[in-house]
């Protein structure tokens, strides 16, 4: 089993950053290829970024790219996404997800078989 723990959400202005971080445990984090999906309110989960076990490959969705940068620390067992220049359009419930199974890079949220709980991101105009 493998727990995944997200935090860094929060409140921001338009323009704002935050950083979230996801802190795993249980498994090992290393071998994993991670994700962050969010999820706005009456909307489905969607994803946002990815990356590969060694960090190597990383890729973002078209909205967030060059805006948001995923990254990880695998002596820390924790993925982390960097957000800058949020707009209301990035409010959502944010959750990062390990592909324990596949070790690809996949934006499909079934590929995927560990879930945090989410941190909640608001930005306000």
């Known amino acids: 089993q493998v727990q995944l723990v997200e935090s860094g959400g929060g409140s921001v202005q338009v323009g704002g950053s935050l950083r979230l971080s996801c802190a795993a445990s249980g498994g090992t984090f290393s071998r994993y290829s991670m994700g962050w999906f969010r999820q706005a309110p009456g909307k489905e989960r969607k994803f946002v970024a990815a990356i590969t076990w060694s960090g190597g490959t990383r890729y973002s969705e078209d909205s967030v790219r060059g805006r948001f940068t995923i990254s990880r620390d695998n002596a820390k067992n924790t993925v982390y996404l960097q957000m800058n220049s949020l707009n209301p359009e990035d409010t959502g419930v944010y959750y990062c997800?390990?592909?324990?199974?596949?070790?690809?890079?996949?934006?499909?949220?079934?590929?995927?078989?560990?879930w945090g709980q989410g941190t909640q991101v608001t930005v306000s105009s």
């Open positions: 997800a390990a592909d324990t199974e596949r070790y690809g890079l996949f934006t499909d949220l079934l590929a995927y078989t560990y």
